[in-house]
C-alpha cells in the first residue's frame, strides 16, 4: 500500500470489466489501494499498472474463476485477514438473453454462484472486520433487472433480485454502524458484457436511448450514495425502477421487457 492510500484497501471483484475497470479508477482517484480480482492474469497486470501509473496507488492482482467456489473460499480466507480493508465491490457477473431450457444447466449453475454464493461468501467474509473498525462499504452490482421477471432472462432477473433482497436485508442489520450495504441497480451500460456469446440473441437496438447509463454516471452514483441499500443511478432509470416496483405495473414491463425464444440447436451458453 503506498502512502498516498490514506490507509483504504478496496476489492473489486470483475475488475478488468466496463464497470469494474471504472470502479478500480475512481476509487484510485479517492486514494484507495486496491485488490484487483478477475479471471485472466494478463489485463489484471495491464490493469494495476495503469492504476499504479495514473494514480500512484498500489494494485496487487488476484486471478480466480468466481464461479468456483474453492476458489472464492481461497479469496474470502485472504480477504477476512486484510485489517484496512474497507470497500468490496461484488461486480463480477455475465448475462443470459435465451429461454430458461435452452441454456446449458452448467450456465445456470455459473450464474447462481457468481452472483449468489461468491457475493455472500466475500461479504461474510469481510463484515466481522468491518464491523469491529466501525468503518466499511459493500456494493453489490445488481440490475433494474432484478424487477423484470421475464421471458430469456430467468437466472439473471431471479440472482439478481436475490442480491437487492439480501443487501437491503443486510443493511437492516447493520444499522447504527458506519458499515454500509448497496445493490447497485443499473439499468443498461455500454460494457463488454453484451459481447459475450450468451448475449448474442439480445437485441441492444430495443432498449430506448434514455435507458443508458455510462459507467462513469454509474459508479460515481454508486460511491456517492452508499447509505441507499438500493442505488438506481440516471433519472430516467429511477423513474422506471419506482414503477417496475408497483404490482399494477408488472405485467406491463413483463410484456415490454420479454425477449423472444431464439433456440440454436447445439449452441450451449458458455459463461461471460
Ligand atoms: N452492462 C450492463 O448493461 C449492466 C446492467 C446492469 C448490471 N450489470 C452488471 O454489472 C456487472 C459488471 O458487468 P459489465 O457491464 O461491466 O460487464 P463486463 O464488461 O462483461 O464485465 C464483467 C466482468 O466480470 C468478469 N467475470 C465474469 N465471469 C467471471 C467469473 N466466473 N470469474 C471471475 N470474473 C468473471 C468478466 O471477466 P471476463 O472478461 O473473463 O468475462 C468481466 O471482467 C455485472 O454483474 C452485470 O450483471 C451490467
Not at 456494493?139 to 443487501?167: D, E, H, M, R
Not at 450468451?198 to 437496438?205: L, N, V, Y
Not at 422506471?240 to 423472444?260: D, I, K, S, Y
Amino acid at each position: 500500500m503506498t502512502s498516498e492510500s490514506h490507509g483504504q484497501l478496496a476489492v473489486v471483484t470483475g475488475a478488468t470489466g466496463g464497470l469494474g475497470s471504472q470502479f478500480c479508477r475512481q476509487l484510485a482517484e479517492r486514494h484507495y489501494s486496491l485488490l484487483l480480482v478477475d479471471r485472466h492474469e494478463e489485463a489484471l497486470t495491464a490493469l494495476a499498472s495503469q492504476l499504479h501509473r495514473d494514480y500512484g496507488v498500489s494494485a496487487e492482482t488476484w486471478c480466480a474463476n468466481l464461479a468456483d467456489q474453492d476458489a472464492v473460499c481461497e479469496l474470502a480466507d485472504r480477504l477476512s485477514t486484510l485489517s484496512e480493508l474497507t470497500m468490496l465491490v461484488n461486480n463480477a457477473g455475465f448475462g443470459q438473453s435465451k429461454f430458461f431450457v435452452d441454456i446449458d444447466v452448467g450456465n445456470h449453475l455459473d450464474m447462481i454462484n457468481l452472483h449468489v454464493h461468491t457475493p455472500v461468501r466475500l461479504s461474510h467474509a469481510v463484515l466481522p472486520g468491518m464491523l469491529a473498525r466501525n468503518q466499511g462499504a459493500i456494493i453489490n452490482v445488481s440490475s433494474l433487472s432484478a424487477w423484470t421477471p421475464c421471458a430469456g432472462i430467468v437466472q439473471y432477473s431471479a440472482t439478481k433480485q436475490f442480491l437487492v433482497t439480501f443487501s437491503e436485508a443486510v443493511s437492516e442489520e447493520l444499522r447504527g454502524t458506519r458499515v454500509t450495504i448497496q445493490a447497485l441497480c443499473p439499468g443498461f451500460v455500454e460494457t463488454s458484457f453484451f459481447a459475450v456469446d450468451s448475449m448474442k440473441a439480445f437485441d441492444k437496438k430495443r432498449v430506448p436511448r434514455f435507458l443508458w447509463v455510462a459507467p462513469e454516471e454509474v459508479v460515481r452514483y454508486s460511491l456517492n450514495h452508499l447509505e441507499q441499500p438500493v442505488a438506481v443511478p440516471g433519472l430516467a432509470c429511477r423513474i422506471l425502477g419506482r414503477l417496475m416496483r408497483m404490482p399494477v405495473a408488472r405485467p406491463f414491463v413483463r410484456r415490454l421487457a420479454r425477449n423472444e425464444r431464439h433456440p440454436t440447436p447445439g449452441d450451449d451458453c458458455q459463461s461471460g
